[in-house]
């Protein structure tokens, strides 16, 4: 199932400044959970690549079938110091898919 959500601004065009604002077009979709192999960062956003770049490693290392790649975000900058900001690099494996060797990462295997 597939339900679009237009932001507020669209419910009143007249009022609203639309030069402070970016539209983007939301959908919500229900789906079973995806299987993923998830590499966490705690810090600033910018320095989640170097987390993606260790987790490539491993799925060339280990011929792992990644079907997509995904980065998490969890907190809002604006609001949490940088320091603290939760995010992950993750790859989306196949159903069923077992975390072998990891080469020495904490990778988790997780279904969103």
């Not at 993606?52 to 907190?75: E, R, S």
């Not at 069923?96 to 969103?112: K, P, R």
């Amino acid at each position: 199932m597939v339900r679009s959500h237009k932001t507020w601004p669209d419910l009143c065009p007249t009022t609203f400044n639309w030069a402070k604002i970016i539209l983007v077009n939301v959908q919500i979709i229900q789906s079973e959970p995806i299987p993923v192999v998830m590499l966490r960062h705690t810090g600033p956003y910018e320095q989640l690549a170097p987390k993606f770049d260790q987790l490539w490693g491993w799925v060339t290392a280990n011929d792992v079938p990644v079907q997509k790649t995904l980065g998490i975000f969890w907190d809002n900058p604006e609001f949490t110091p940088s320091h603290q900001l939760r995010s992950a690099a993750c790859v989306e494996v196949p159903v069923g898919f077992s975390l072998g060797d990891t080469g020495g990462l904490a990778l988790e295997l997780q279904h969103l």
